[in-house]
């Protein structure tokens, strides 16, 4: 399914199959929808799973504007919003995706009934910034892009952190939907590392936690292990400056949490949503 975004950018909407009311997938920055379909798995027993790519990810278009503007992110999910005719929905976010929703939920409210969200990218503004973004960003720009195949590609990430830590599933998935045929016969990431290194730089400039304070919706905010992992230390602070924030610390996962262990984390967005006043 192709969805329409605020500026005219062609985006992918992933139908993952199930039942019941929606639920949004939306996914990090450098990987797409699709990497989160074994989350989906359980969760189409309840759940009719949908999974986008952000604009210069996946099957989505490349934009003319500055990738690194993360507003245009939370447009991206309102544009999903609106093609599925999204109210009191589910939503699940990793890092840059669980951002986009709660944008979206900030622009719209009601759009989003709950929302479970692993480590979302929402920096204060007044809090003392390491140099990991700026030192990420670098190391991105250096990423290696091109494989002479899917299964060089996967050995490769297979064999090193911190790609090594996704479940054998997962990482398929990234590889299978994650790179683009070349005419020489190699593949070649669909992301490239320059827009992703734009958006680790434009998530620094995100006001999204001066708004946390607008988010009506109860929220769960998941976190991996703290130990020299910014959005895992952050995640508690986040929690707390929504006015519904909960947080839960799994310090077994890292920041790939989503695609390490997807059967847990889909666990607990059920358990989440059991416990709303109102089951969707």
Same mark, same amino acid.
């Given at each position: 399914?192709? @969805?329409?975004?605020? &500026?005219?950018? &062609?985006?992918? #909407? /992933?139908?993952?199959?199930?039942?019941?009311?929606?639920?949004? #997938?939306?996914?990090?920055?450098?990987?797409?929808?699709?990497?989160?379909a074994p989350m989906a798995v359980p969760l189409r027993r309840r759940f009719h799973c949908w999974a986008l790519d952000f604009r210069g990810?996946?099957?989505?278009?490349?934009?003319?504007?500055?990738?690194?503007?993360?507003?245009?992110?939370?447009?991206?999910?309102?544009?999903?919003?609106?093609?599925?005719?999204?109210?009191?929905?589910?939503?699940?976010? /990793?890092?840059?995706?669980?951002?986009?929703?709660?944008?979206?939920?900030?622009?719209?409210?009601?759009?989003?009934?709950?929302?479970?969200?692993?480590?979302?990218?929402?920096?204060?503004?007044d809090q003392s910034r390491s140099e990991g973004p700026p030192a990420l960003a670098a190391l991105t720009r250096r990423r290696r892009s091109?494989? &002479?195949?899917?299964?060089? $590609?996967?050995?490769?990430? $297979?064999?090193?952190?911190?790609?090594?830590?996704?479940?054998?599933?997962?990482? *398929? $998935?990234?590889?299978? /939907?994650?790179?683009? &045929?070349?005419?020489?016969? $190699?593949?070649?990431?669909?992301?490239?590392?320059?827009?992703?290194?734009?958006?680790?730089?434009?998530?620094?400039?995100?006001?999204?936690?001066?708004?946390?304070?607008?988010?009506?919706?109860?929220?769960?905010?998941?976190?991996?292990?703290?130990?020299e992992n910014p959005p895992g230390m952050i995640a508690p602070v986040i929690a707390g400056a929504l006015p519904h924030g909960h947080v839960?610390?799994?310090? *077994?996962?890292?920041?790939?949490?989503?695609? *390490?262990?997807?059967?847990?984390?889909?666990?607990?967005?059920?358990?989440? @949503?059991?416990?709303?006043?109102?089951? *969707?």
């Open positions: 399914m192709r @969805v329409t975004s605020r &500026d005219g950018t &062609d985006l992918a #909407l /992933h139908d993952l199959g199930g039942t019941g009311p929606p639920l949004v #997938l939306s996914h990090a920055t450098g990987f797409h929808g699709r990497v989160l990810h996946g099957d989505s278009e490349d934009p003319a504007t500055d990738i690194g503007e993360w507003d245009r992110l939370g447009a991206d999910a309102l544009a999903v919003a609106d093609a599925l005719g999204l109210r009191r929905a589910i939503g699940f976010g /990793h890092s840059m995706g669980g951002t986009a929703l709660l944008m979206a939920e900030r622009e719209r409210p009601g759009t989003f009934a709950g929302l479970v969200l692993f480590e979302p990218i929402a920096f204060p503004h091109v494989f &002479d195949s899917r299964d060089e $590609a996967y050995d490769n990430y $297979a064999s090193k952190p911190p790609l090594s830590a996704l479940a054998p599933e997962s990482l *398929q $998935a990234y590889v299978d /939907h994650g790179l683009t &045929d070349r005419p020489d016969g $190699a593949v070649e990431l669909r992301c490239d590392p320059e827009h992703e290194a734009r958006i680790f730089e434009g998530g620094m400039n995100s006001d999204m936690f001066e708004h946390l304070g607008e988010i009506g919706c109860p929220v769960l905010v998941l976190a991996g292990s703290p130990e839960r610390v799994l310090p *077994q996962l890292s920041h790939f949490g989503p695609m *390490q262990d997807p059967l847990l984390v889909a666990g607990l967005v059920v358990d989440f @949503v059991d416990a709303l006043p109102v089951n *969707q």
